[in-house]
């Protein structure tokens, strides 16, 4: 039960991220880097934890 739990508070992490990647981040998404820009996002909305604590405050 505690580690479904945690599982699904990680993944509404992972969506929250994702969302906040694709539309708030500011990117201009044109014709052609969705198909470049989307995978990225995807993977770093998975991996949100690092991407918090040190991809974040990089850029």
């Given at each position: 039960m505690r580690s479904s739990l945690l599982f699904i508070g990680y993944q509404l992490a992972a969506l929250g991220t994702l969302v906040y990647l694709m539309f708030l981040d500011g990117y201009q998404y044109n014709w052609w880097n969705?198909?470049?820009?989307?995978?990225?996002?995807?993977?770093?909305?998975?991996?949100?934890?690092i991407y918090?604590?040190?991809l974040?405050?990089?850029s």
């Open positions: 969705w198909i470049v820009a989307v995978p990225i996002n995807f993977f770093l909305a998975e991996i949100w934890p918090w604590a040190l974040h405050w990089i």
